[in-house]
Each structure stands twice: as structure tokens, then as C-alpha cells.
């Protein structure tokens, strides 16, 4: 055996590995991106970007029911795409062992906002599963696979940022051979797999038959759940990184740890709230083991000292113990330092389109992705933005909400090429088909570039890196029944503008598409950098772009060369025309008529 | 021998490209080499997009969390200056800082820089008793590859951390970057090393 240092993620792909996954799919969403990636560059197992949550775990689904064991790895709002195989397969059971990985955002570090999933898991009635390191991560997913088949159950397998992006030692065995586990020798089983009411009424009891059989099994697998004895004067149950955060502020404190958190071993819970003076409950966001552990008339202290809002940190565990800080620090600099923010880049395709929607008087319905960046100062050009998808839905029913104010704003959505395939077609077959006549911008920049560019249906490329179709967004806009279907060049802001008009101008639904490839993912200047080529008199209109190159605290324009792609944006809008691109005179002269 | 009898907790801080990642990585594969627990932590949501980028490493006999408790980093590693104050109160009060003297302007928001501390290195004297400032980019200059910066940045982290042997530094940044940077980080990691063990006194440690 080798140690080796791995994150969370890295290690559930160890996993899916080391436990002889046949499949793994998902769809990217932070944190849970790099499980995918890591298991597609391992090689062995076969992967699939799914073009959302719900097609991931229906794929996922299928290679089970084959004999297949399969994981599928999503972030905790997925769950909510997915959620409906997620539930009915819980009556189905498994083929092969299945997996779904759900990786939760504690703190929002990059979520719009921090549902905690295991509800999902008990509300589905599958067994739970929280590791709280690595090494953990790794053989929770090979358990799971075993756990999954034994007991006929999907699996959830739920972690958090922390866990998802720490790193901590792993034992691996280095001549490990990938091995699939199948389940050869398929045959049909009508009344398990065809969820028919009859069939399912009767699958409901095997349900909860099982439920009852992974409490037994909970209540005395070491592996999963154990009681740590220490002082008895405390005693703590806890689960996932929580466990970290207890261990490392109560070193000597009786710790109940429960890795399978559904069903919950109530014997175990029993038995270590009878051996300990005083029970607390240690545990992120929502009171879930709380609550369970009070309905067995045990009396825990937990939400009323822990936050139920944002992540645990070993300071918020300490504080809720009233145990003095750990650390004795340097005051902060409490002078307002500068911050670094989170800005659209330089050259990146999505600026011209909200500048251009910034001065139409528009209302706006945005969507999921870098470009969620134009809803700040100084574009400030997004009214909405709720969850994947929603942009093309939302731009519909506010146009029906506004007509019948007798406000007759245009109502444009704006969503990105890997959002638009996710969900956001079955959005424009309602407006087509509901009569709506908005307009839809087609963001399209090549990847999905806010989880850090993975491939998706209309890239052309798999995730196991061969080519394959490439979803033709001309060509869906046109069969789901939209007629105007255009495309506008984003770095031209006068020709963007006139589309955006025309399009509004029609009483039919429309969509323009705009291409402009990821600046992260292509990197060539577009242009040389702009030059200024006369006394910048400050009049600050090409600030308005809020471009990364430009700099104005001087009171004139500054522009950085290293940064400036040669968009020419900030050209065209130069009222004074004193700012140059090499070979973009032809865009300066019309501005000057 | 010299073996910890507590966690060392390393907070490290610095501006998205700059390699942040690169040398908490180094350290914590270091530390794993070494026979120590290890846990390495990071938050680079947006750091590609030019954002503060934080990573902490702890190292002993036995870790647990994977985050520094606020006020109990050892030593702040800074790849910038400003992200230095900013994250200033993560250290101990007999903690270390060693940074780097570089600044790196915030993109401006909206055509408007907020303006950049005056004198950011005063203020981390003032408050921290052991600072250690290194012109880690000049050095890396003259070497002929400014991103190697993190790496004379780690050289001089080494010579703070006495328990990891040198030979270890050395195997673990050969296996951890692709061989044709071997050469250069070998190189930016001795002249960090060089510069710290004149600067900071020989084998200081916390």
C-alpha cells in the first residue's frame, strides 16, 4: 500500500474505481466537478457528460439495471434536476450497485444556495452515506456499491465543499487491477422494474422493509458508524467533516460518529446518549440528526449554540462549546483594502451583450454562469437569475405579468450554450408553444466555462475526449417551432444593438445567437491592444464596459496592454475617437459619422 | 531529528495564476514524504479570474481539520503584498509572515481601482514581530521565468521549516511538476532558500 495525498473528489474516483464501477456521468456544478475529470483522466471506467442531473442519473440508472455498477456525480442543486428518477428508483432498487454523489455548498461558495441534501436522501428513503476525509471519500463509494446491491437500494453519498476540495492521505494499493463488478445474466423483472401503481405499492413495502434492515445493519457496522469513548461527560454525535471540526477542538470528549446517516442506528444512539452526561449534536446547516435524535426522547443541545446558516469552521464549533478561541491572533488590518472581485475578463464575449442590454430599458431574465457577472456594477443589466434553465420560463411569464400591468417593457432572457442544452430548450418549446414572443440570447462561447470548461453536447467533443455531434442550436431553435433564429457578432456593439431591436420588434419568439469563444479557452489577442491616440479628457463613457484593461483612477483612461485583448469595445464607444485598434479604423470611422 | 509535537498550520495567500495552489500542494506532498498527517485545503472558485486565492496546510503527528483555526497559523505565506494585510489576522501573534514584495493592483470595477495601501509592508511590520520580505519576482527574474516566484517563495518556507529535510523538498518539487520546469524550480527554490537563511537567520523556526 502506498499513502497518497488526494482530495475528496479525487478520492471518490479512487473509489469508483477500487470498486469496480462500470459507468460513471454527471453534470458539472461546484464543488463536485473534479470527480468526473479525475475519473475520465484515470481511464478505466467509462464516462459521460450527461447533458443535466436528470439525464446523468437515468443513464446511470439504466447501466444498474443492466448489471452494471454505476456512479453519478452531481452538485446539491442537481439533486433537484435528478430528483425525480432519484426517488422512483429508490423503488426500483439496483442491478449493479448506484451511486449518486451529491456535493453539497455549506457557505455558498459558489451556489445560489446551501440546501442540505440529506433531507433528499430520507425523503427518497435510500441509504445515506457522509464521509468526513479522503480516505473515507474513497471507501465510502466502494462500500456503497456493496451496500447498494446488498440491500437493493440507490445510494446517496453526500458531501461538502470541504470534503469535496481537502486534501488528506489515502491508502492505495498501487497493483490494484480495475476490475468492473457485473451482475451478468440480465432478465426482466416486471413487477420491480415497471413502476405500475400495483407494482409499486408493493415495491413501497419492500421500501421500508429495507429501511428497516440498513437500521440493523447501521446500528452494528463499525465501518460506518462507531462510538469513540473518551471523557463521558461529553458526548458527541456528529457526522461528515463536522467530525474533524469536533476532534479537533474536544480531543477528549466520547464521540458518537455516523457515516450512514439514513436510516440513523437508533440502538447505537441509544446506547451512547445513555453513557454520557451531557449530548450535544454537531452537525452543518439544518438540525437533520438533531431532530431525529430528539423524536427517540433524547434531550441533545445543537442548533440553539451552532449556526444552522453557512459552514462549521473549528472556531464556530469551539464558540458554540463557549470554549475560548483557539487561536490568539493579529488584529485584522481593518483599513477597507481593496477587493478582487470576480469580474467578467477582458475580451470576454458576454461584455458588449449586457452593455448593449444596460442602455435598452429592457427587463432582463438571466440564468446560471460566468455571465451571471452582468447582473454587477457597472453592467448591472439582470433582473433575475434563479437556477438553471430559468431564464427562458421566467422571460415568458414576466412579459404576461408586465402586458397586464399595462407595462410594456420587452422582456429579453439571456443564457449560455451549456445552460441552454441543460434546460433550457424545454423553456423555449413552452414560449413557442404558449404563444410567447419574447426574445432569447444565445450566449454560446464553446464550454462550460464557470466550472472550468468541461465539453458538453453542443462542444462536439465526449468526455472521453472523441469527437462526436455537435448539438446544432440553429437547427433545435428552428424544429422546437422558433422562425426568427439569427446570430449577432457580440464585439460589435452597433449591429448587436439593431438584431436586438428587430427582434423585439416582432410578435413571434426569437433567438440570437451569440458566439464568442471562452477568453480562458482561447487565448490569441483578438486584436492588438487598443492605444490611445489622443489626451484621454476623462469622460469615462468607456468605464461603463467595466473592462478589467481599463483603468480610470487617474481620471483618464489607462489602458493595460497585458490584459486588453483587442475586443474593441472600448473603440466603438470612444466618443472622442481617441482610442485605436490596429486594423479596426473601419469601426472608428463610423462612429465618427 | 526534528519531529512536531502539534500541528504546523501554514496559511498561504496570493492572486489567481500565481502559483498559490502550486506551492500548498509542495508542501503538504513534502509533509506526507516526510511521514507526517497532512490536510490541505483550498478555495479557488473564481481565482482564474483574477481573484484572492487561499490555501491552508497543516501538517504533525495527527490532524483533524482541514482549516486553520482564525489567529493560530504559524506562518502566512504571501505571493502578494495586499492579500498579506488582508489575511494578516490569520496568524498567531508570534507567528511569521514571509512575503513576497510584489503588488498586483485589483482589476479596476467599472473603470475605478480602489487605491492600493500606501505602505503595506509597515503595517505587517507593525503588527507582525517576525516579517520576512523577499523580491521573490526579481529573483525570479533573473532566472529568467517570472513564474517561478512561488517557487523562491518555497525555498524560503523551507528554511522555516526545519523538520522537512531539504532532500525531501528536492524529491518532492522533481516528482511534482512536469520535467522540463525541473531544472528552474530547482533553481528559484534554492535561491528562496539562499535568501531566506541570510535574511532570517539561520534554522530559525517558529
Known amino acids: 500500500m502506498v499513502k497518497r495525498l488526494l482530495t475528496g473528489n479525487e478520492a471518490i474516483a479512487e473509489g469508483a474505481r477500487v470498486g469496480g464501477a462500470l459507468f460513471a456521468s454527471a453534470y458539472p456544478g461546484t464543488p463536485s466537478t473534479e470527480i468526473l475529470e479525475t475519473i475520465a483522466r484515470q481511464g478505466d471506467v467509462r464516462v459521460q457528460w450527461a447533458p443535466n442531473e436528470k439525464v446523468a442519473l437515468e443513464v446511470a440508472c439504466g447501466v444498474s439495471l443492466g448489471g452494471g455498477r454505476a456512479l453519478c456525480a452531481m452538485k446539491h442543486v442537481g439533486v433537484n434536476v435528478a430528483a425525480d428518477p432519484f426517488f422512483s428508483a429508490s423503488y426500483s432498487g439496483v442491478g449493479g450497485g448506484l451511486i449518486l454523489v451529491s456535493a453539497d455548498d455549506p457557505a455558498m461558495h459558489s451556489s445560489q444556495n446551501e440546501q442540505d441534501n440529506r433531507h433528499l436522501a430520507r425523503a427518497a428513503k435510500v441509504a445515506l452515506l457522509e464521509p468526513s476525509d479522503s480516505q473515507e471519500a474513497m471507501d465510502f463509494v466502494a462500500l456503497g456499491f456493496d451496500l447498494s446491491e446488498k440491500f437493493d437500494t440507490p445510494v446517496m453519498l453526500r458531501v461538502t465543499t470541504r470534503t469535496c476540495h481537502s486534501m488528506s492521505p489515502v491508502e492505495l494499493d498501487p497493483h490494484a487491477r480495475y476490475e468492473p463488478v457485473l451482475r451478468p445474466g440480465y432478465e426482466r423483472n416486471f413487477r420491480k422494474n415497471v413502476l405500475l401503481p400495483a407494482n409499486a405499492r408493493v415495491r413501497h413495502e419492500a421500501v421500508e422493509e429495507r429501511l428497516a434492515q440498513l437500521e440493523e445493519f447501521g446500528n452494528h457496522e463499525r465501518a460506518l458508524n462507531r462510538i469513540e469513548w473518551g471523557d463521558r461527560t461529553i458526548g458527541v454525535i456528529t457526522s461528515g467533516i463536522a467530525y474533524q471540526y469536533v476532534r479537533e477542538v474536544l480531543p477528549e470528549a466520547s464521540v458518537l460518529k455516523l457515516g450512514l446517516t439514513h436510516p440513523l442506528p437508533r440502538q447505537l444512539i441509544r446506547e451512547f446518549g445513555a453513557g454520557v452526561d451531557e449530548l450535544y449534536v454537531v452537525e ?261 464596459l467595466g473592462c478589467p484593461a481599463l483603468d480610470g483612477s487617474s481620471g483618464q483612461a489607462v489602458i493595460d496592454p497585458a490584459v486588453c485583448s483587442g475586443c474593441a469595445l472600448c473603440v466603438q464607444l470612444c466618443p472622442f475617437c481617441g482610442l485605436r485598434i490596429h486594423g479596426h479604423e473601419a469601426v472608428v470611422q463610423e462612429s465618427v459619422s | 531529528m526534528n519531529d512536531l509535537e502539534r500541528p504546523r498550520n501554514v496559511f498561504l495567500t496570493g492572486v489567481g495564476g500565481h502559483g498559490v495552489l502550486a506551492v500548498s500542494r509542495v508542501i503538504a506532498e513534502a509533509a506526507l514524504a516526510r511521514g507526517f498527517d497532512v490536510r490541505r485545503s483550498e478555495v479557488h472558485g473564481m481565482s482564474q479570474r483574477g481573484g484572492s486565492v487561499v490555501s491552508q496546510v497543516r501538517y504533525g503527528p495527527r490532524v483533524h481539520s482541514p482549516l486553520i483555526a482564525r489567529g493560530a497559523a504559524d506562518i502566512l505565506v504571501s505571493l502578494e503584498l495586499l492579500e498579506a494585510l488582508r489575511h494578516l489576522h490569520a496568524l498567531r501573534r508570534d507567528g511569521i509572515l514571509l512575503a513576497n514584495e510584489q503588488r498586483i493592483t485589483p482589476a479596476p470595477i467599472g473603470g475605478l481601482t480602489v487605491a492600493y495601501p500606501d505602505d503595506p509592508r509597515g503595517v505587517c511590520e507593525q503588527r507582525v514581530d517576525r516579517a520576512i520580505f523577499l523580491p521573490a519576482l526579481d529573483i525570479a527574474r533573473e532566472l529568467g521565468e517570472e513564474k517561478a516566484a512561488n517557487m523562491v517563495m518555497l525555498g524560503a518556507y523551507s528554511v522555516l521549516a526545519p523538520e522537512i529535510p531539504e532532500a525531501t523538498w528536492l524529491e518532492t518539487i522533481a516528482t511534482a511538476f512536469r520535467p522540463r520546469f525541473r531544472e528552474l524550480n530547482v533553481a528559484a527554490f534554492g535561491a528562496g532558500r539562499e535568501v531566506a537563511l541570510r535574511s532570517a537567520g539561520a534554522g530559525a523556526a517558529p
Open chain 1, 284 to 544: 452543518e446547516l439544518d438540525p437533520f440528526l438533531e431532530e431525529q435524535v430528539r423524536a427517540l426522547g433524547l434531550h441533545p443541545v445543537g442548533k440553539e449554540i451552532f449556526p444552522i446558516t453557512g459552514e462549521l469552521d473549528p472556531d464556530r464549533v469551539a464558540r458554540g462549546f463557549g470554549i475560548e478561541p483557539l487561536g490568539a491572533g493579529i488584529e485584522p488590518v481593518d483599513a477597507s483594502l481593496p477587493l478582487r472581485p470576480p469580474v467578467l475578463c477582458a475580451g470576454c464575449g458576454h461584455r458588449g451583450v449586457f452593455y448593449t442590454l444596460s442602455r435598452m430599458g429592457v427587463a432582463v431574465t438571466g440564468d446560471i454562469g460566468c455571465y451571471t457577472l452582468g447582473s454587477l456594477p457597472p453592467l448591472e443589466s439582470m433582473d433575475a437569475c434563479l437556477c438553471m434553465g430559468a431564464s427562458v420560463g421566467m422571460a415568458q411569464g414576466m412579459e404576461i405579468a408586465l402586458r397586464a400591468a399595462g407595462d410594456d417593457r420587452p422582456v429579453v432572457g439571456v443564457i449560455g450554450d451549456s445552460t441552454f442544452v441543460h434546460s433550457g430548450i424545454t423553456g423555449l418549446v413552452n414560449t413557442v408553444y404558449n404563444g410567447g414572443s419574447g426574445t432569447l440570447l444565445l450566449l454560446d462561447n464553446g464550454t462550460t466555462a464557470m466550472t472550468g470548461h468541461q465539453e458538453h453536447p453542443g462542444t462536439g467533443v465526449t468526455a472521453e475526449g472523441d469527437a462526436t455531434i455537435a448539438l446544432d442550436y440553429v437547427a433545435v431553435c428552428h424544429a422546437v417551432g422558433v422562425r426568427r433564429v439569427r446570430e449577432a457578432d457580440p464585439y460589435d456593439l452597433e449591429a448587436l444593438e439593431a438584431a436586438i431591436r428587430e427582434e423585439l420588434a416582432a410578435d413571434e419568439p426569437s433567438v440570437i445567437i451569440c458566439r464568442a469563444v471562452c477568453r480562458l479557452v482561447d487565448r490569441t489577442p483578438i486584436a492588438d491592444p487598443a492605444e490611445l491616440e489622443i489626451e484621454c479628457p476623462g469622460c469615462g463613457t468607456c468605464f461603463e
